[in-house]
Structure formats: structure tokens, C-alpha cells
């Protein structure tokens, strides 16, 4: 069993930066795929950015490209998300997700599904004011 905690949310104001945590505990994730989605009100959740813990690969997307950056750090067990240059529009519940290592080859799309992620954090509230 996984379980995942975020941290690091808050108010900031346009422009500004924030750096969420996900710190993971039950196993180490070395293998797994480690999301973050966000969830802005009366929208539905969606993909940000993810990486695969064994060999660093990312993707974005296109909204947040350029802004934010994912990383790890093996030895915590935790994963990170830089966001740089934050945008009212980034407001949103952010979330942090694992999942198991697919078994096959996959497409891009893959990474992006909600369904993908078996492993769910509780949110850590953004609010970015213009």
C-alpha cells in the first residue's frame, strides 16, 4: 500500500512561485509513475506533469510547459513540483498520484489518465491572485 502526502500550497500573488512536495510512504517508488493533477472549481481534474521515478523521463502539459518543473529526490522518497511565473489560472486543488509501471509499451496518453494513477494524495490548495 502507498500512501502519498502533499504539502506546500498556499496564496501567492501573479508571478510568483511555489514548490508543492509529495512525500510518499508504505514502499519506495523507485519504478512507479508519479503524477500531479489539479482540480480548479466547478472543473474537472486534470494532468500537469509526471515522472518515472526509475529513469527521470517527464511530460507536461502544454498549460503549465515552460512553468513548472517536476522533479524527485530518491533518498526522501518525495516527489516535487516547481511552479515558477504562477498565473490566476493555476488556481486549483493540486494532487499528487502513483502509479504502477506499465507492463507494456504505451502511448503519451497514458501518463495523462486519471485511471492510470492507483495512488491518491488528499490535495494541497493553490490560490494565485491577480
Known amino acids: 500500500q502507498v500512501q502519498l502526502e502533499e504539502s506546500g500550497g498556499g496564496l501567492v500573488q501573479a508571478g510568483g512561485s511555489l514548490r508543492l512536495s509529495c512525500g510518499a510512504s508504505?514502499?519506495?517508488?523507485?519504478?512507479?509513475?508519479m503524477g500531479w493533477f489539479r482540480q480548479a472549481p466547478g472543473k474537472e481534474r486534470e494532468f500537469v506533469t509526471r515522472i518515472s521515478w526509475s529513469t527521470g523521463s517527464t511530460s507536461y502539459a502544454d498549460s503549465v510547459k515552460g512553468r513548472f518543473t517536476i522533479s524527485r529526490d530518491n533518498a526522501k522518497n518525495t516527489v516535487y513540483l516547481q511552479m515558477n511565473n504562477l498565473k490566476p489560472e493555476d488556481t486549483a486543488v493540486y494532487y499528487c498520484?502513483?502509479?504502477?509501471?506499465?507492463?507494456?509499451?504505451?502511448?503519451?496518453?497514458?501518463?495523462?489518465?486519471?485511471?492510470?494513477?492507483?495512488?491518491w494524495g488528499q490535495g494541497t490548495q493553490v490560490t494565485v491572485s491577480s
Open positions: 508504505g514502499r519506495t517508488l523507485s519504478d512507479y509513475i
Open positions: 498520484a502513483a502509479a504502477q509501471p506499465p507492463r507494456s509499451l504505451v502511448s503519451s496518453r497514458w501518463y495523462r489518465l486519471m485511471s492510470t494513477y492507483g495512488y
